[in-house]
């Protein structure tokens, strides 16, 4: 079943179920009030035998005051009203008397040959539907009550019911055929309401089945009202952008990737190939192959930068973190660089605190430091140095690694941690980067929930900070 026809089902059974109810407690209150009505008349008729007998129901003595009372009034019936031979006229009162055991005393001449319905055994008075000739009547049968409280018999008076019948009949005709009408109206407009009201999700269907990876572009039109399908429009077109954007980001890595591997690539594959043109003496040999063989190393540089990132973007690296002696982490890394740094005569203080302990995986922090430290050295004058400090402000601990280098523009400083991002290619031909090394780094330290910042001054130095989550 469509969301259409299930909102409309739902919306009908519940609303005809109410309906039904509505009709029945209509229809039952209009029958107690009719029914109370000829039930005020049954008592108003039975108050005016009583007085006409000058009995009440509760002295009762005989029989023979409402005999002749009941006699007497046959004789009026026999003048005013035409009684018909051997049938009841159903159009006035009937009046019977009945005692104890139901055996019929007397009875008004209009019932002729019928009796009027005798329920025994009742203490008080009661008012029933019975019928005479197929007509419907509504009679009360009141208990005659001696002095002494003892039943002595029963009179039971009976007016006829037609028109009321015919009225009760007809409001159920009327609800009984108008539900039908009613519900059907009901499903065909809820139908036709909730079908507009969820056009809009027809759209959001409509557009997402003409997307495919290629054509992320089409976005969904937001519906007019800010409700909770302009909500769900606008939800899944942020995802689109989202997913956009990351296909785009994917898209770029790739053409980036191939394309910095494919330029050492055809640098080693141009090399060789004039190589083996012709022989040639040995220190040439030994030249080339020194050449190819450091554009092999970058390369292999590269290749393990991108696998490393490759493990980050699935979700393949989880960092195992522990207490790690920032200062004797310190110590190992520069210590490694320390041959590339000597190069260029440039020397490493470490200031602050010694005995400092972070929560961190001990070979990510590794990695984070090299890759800081191994820049500053790329990027520092010949002579310069490197300040180390380790520092605590509140409940972090702050690492500041302090270069005198040629700086970062302020305007470029927000895309140093981005794929492939050089802040210029001519300063990156001579270091040989690949403008990944701070994407990594940034990687490394979210996992550990560290922050790394970055302030610059041109040509003044760069300083990169780490902030260790409180432990
Ligand atoms: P690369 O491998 O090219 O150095 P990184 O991701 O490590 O790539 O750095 C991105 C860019 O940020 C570099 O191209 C460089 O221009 C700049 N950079 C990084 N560290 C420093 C620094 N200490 N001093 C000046 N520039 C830096």
Request: charged share 25%; with cysteine.
């Amino acid at each position: 079943m469509s969301l259409r026809n299930r909102i409309a089902f739902y919306y009908t059974v519940t609303s005809a179920f109410l309906i039904a109810i509505v009709f029945t407690i209509l229809y039952f209150m209009v029958q107690s009030i009719v029914y109370k009505q000829f039930d005020e008349e049954i008592n108003s008729e039975v108050s005016e035998i009583f007085s006409d007998a000058h009995v009440t129901s509760k002295d009762f003595t005989s029989f023979s005051r409402f005999k002749n009372f009941i006699d007497d009034k046959e004789v009026n019936y026999r003048e005013t009203k035409h009684e018909e031979k051997g049938t009841a006229k159903v159009d006035t009162e009937f009046i019977q008397l009945v005692d104890n055991n139901g055996l019929v005393i007397n009875k008004s001449a209009n019932l002729a040959r019928n009796f009027l319905a005798f329920i025994p055994a009742q203490t008080k008075t009661i008012y029933i539907n019975s019928s005479i000739n197929n007509s419907m009547i509504r009679q009360g049968q009141l208990p005659l009550l001696n002095k002494k409280g003892i039943i002595k018999g029963y009179i039971i008076v009976a007016v006829p019911l037609k028109n009321a019948v015919i009225v009760l009949h007809d409001l159920q005709n009327v609800f009984l055929f108008s539900f039908p009408g009613i519900t059907l109206t009901l499903f065909i407009v809820t139908r036709l309401i909730a079908g507009k009201s969820i056009a809009p999700i027809k759209k959001v269907i409509a557009t997402a089945e003409k997307m495919t990876q290629t054509n992320l572009s089409q976005r969904i039109e937001l519906p007019h009202h800010h409700d909770e399908l302009y909500r769900l429009s606008a939800t899944i077109n942020a995802l689109l952008d989202r997913m956009q954007d990351a296909f785009q980001r994917e898209k770029q890595f790739t053409a980036d990737a191939s394309h910095e591997l494919k330029t050492p690539l055809a640098v080693v594959k141009g090399t060789l190939e004039v190589l083996v043109r012709k022989p040639r003496e040995k220190e040439q040999y030994e030249y080339k192959i020194q050449f190819c063989l450091l554009e092999l190393n970058r390369m292999a540089r590269l290749i393990d930068q991108l696998l490393m990132l490759a493990r980050y973007e699935s979700n393949k690296m989880n960092p195992h973190i522990e207490a790690v002696w920032l200062r004797s982490l310190l110590e190992t890394v520069t210590v490694r660089l320390h041959p590339i740094a000597l190069e260029k005569e440039i020397g490493f203080k470490i200031n602050g605190i010694e005995k400092a302990a972070v929560a961190a995986d001990p070979a990510m922090l590794e990695m984070i430091l090299e890759n800081i430290l191994s820049n500053a050295i790329k990027y520092s004058p010949d002579g310069s140095a490197i300040t180390i400090t380790v520092e605590q402000k509140m409940r972090t601990l702050i690492c500041s690694i302090s270069d005198q280098g040629i700086g970062i523009p302020e305007e470029k400083l927000h895309a140093v941690f981005e794929r492939f991002y050089r802040v210029d290619e001519s300063r990156n031909s001579s270091t040989g980067g690949f403008g990944l090394g701070l994407s990594i780094v940034k990687r490394l330290a979210d996992l550990q929930k560290i922050k790394v910042g970055v302030t610059s001054a041109k040509n003044q130095g760069t300083t990169f900070a780490l902030t260790f989550p409180a432990t």
